[in-house]
């Protein structure tokens, strides 16, 4: 997480194009801005994790694939 104070115009464009986060700091009290594909993507993560027997599963294809335990097929259009 990086701290700046670009504008916002310029801040949008950095979230966006490194996929960094970046916290802004006020009296009001501290946000952060990031990318909206990588709060998608924050977000699905922690939707599809809240289920327990979901997340098991998921977390042991991982398992699964780190250990190469997998087949690779090619994508066919009908």
């Not at 801005?33 to 994790?49: Q, R, V």
């Amino acid at each position: 997480m990086t701290s700046s104070t670009q504008p916002p115009s310029r801040l949008i464009q950095q979230v966006n194009d490194d996929h960094t986060v970046v916290e802004v700091a006020s009296r009001h009290g501290n946000a952060v801005i990031m990318s909206k594909d990588d709060y998608d993507a924050i977000t699905e993560t922690a939707y599809l994790l809240r289920n327990p027997a979901n997340a098991e599963r998921l977390l042991t294809a991982i398992e699964r694939v780190r250990r190469g335990e997998f087949e690779q097929h090619d994508l066919t259009t009908e």
